[in-house]
T-cell receptor, first 109, second 115 residues
Framework: DAKTTQPPSMDCAEGRAANLPCNHSTISGNEYVYWYRQIHSQGPQYIIHGLKNNETNEMASLIITEDRKSSTLILPHATLRDTAVYYC??????????FGAGTRLTVKP | GAVVSQHPSRVICKSGTSVKIECRSL??????MFWYRQFPKQSLMLMATSNEGSKATYEQGVEKDKFLINHASLTLSTLTVTSAHPEDSSFYIC???WGSGNTIYFGEGSWLTVV
């Protein structure tokens, strides 16, 4: 059973911020929110993860709602190379990583 | 740079033969490794979880006698597809967990084509 819900596809203009939503209404207290992306014919690439606080790194920002039932991945200035399938995954430590369908983000010039 | 490496990246084998895919953690000791399969335009499906020195745990519907997994060391896991059939053609991806924490790294994937 899918633990996260994401829109199947999104478009974003190059240079603009890409905001990718994820619903995880059944998340448990010990589960983290992870984001990975997969560019065509490659293995998944780690982007960011968080528990309850917002997180930022050189790739993206992760905004988690106070009730932790949803989150948003923000790519501040999308480039054509950010075109990929983005996966939102909830996972507790020591557990495996299970993928849903993800969101296919297309960055357009 | 990649911290998990797979080899080969692409392999073509004849139907009925066996093929082995290697997954190596390059800069860390991986207590647990995971194997996934991905068909075109689909998501990654977890096949099995392997812990160093013990038997792999297979997901429901994955034939353990067909997909042999060996995790003999903390830096190497292998997946052997035995008696391969064209329907086994797929993108196989491994990942490795560092220690008991959060970090899981993925390999670059291996394309298997069975002809």
């Amino acid at each position: 059973d899918a633990k996260t819900t994401q829109p199947p596809s999104m478009d974003c203009a190059e240079g603009r911020a890409a905001n990718l939503p994820c619903n995880h209404s059944t998340i448990s207290g010990n589960e983290y929110v992870y984001w990975y992306r997969q560019i065509h014919s490659q293995g998944p690439q780690y982007i960011i993860h968080g528990l309850k606080n917002n997180e930022t790194n050189e790739m993206a920002s992760l905004i988690i709602t106070e009730d932790r039932k949803s989150s948003t991945l923000i790519l501040p200035h999308a480039t054509l190379r950010d075109t990929a399938v983005y996966y939102c995954i909830v996972r507790a430590n020591n557990n495996d990583m299970r993928f849903g369908a993800g969101t296919r983000l297309t960055v357009k010039p | 740079g990649a911290v998990v490496s797979q080899h080969p990246s692409r392999v073509i084998c004849k139907s009925g033969t066996s093929v082995k895919i290697e997954c190596r953690s390059l800069d860390f000791q991986a207590t647990t490794m995971f194997w996934y399969r991905q068909f075109p335009k689909q998501s990654l499906m977890l096949m099995a979880t392997s812990n160093e020195g013990s038997k792999a745990t297979y997901e429901q519907g994955v034939e353990k006698d067909k997909f042999l997994i060996n995790h003999a060391s903390l830096t190497l896991s292998t997946l052997t597809v035995t008696s391969a059939h064209p329907e086994d053609s797929s993108f196989y991806i491994c990942s490795a967990r560092w220690g008991s924490g959060n970090t899981i790294y993925f390999g670059e994937g291996s394309w298997l084509t069975v002809v």
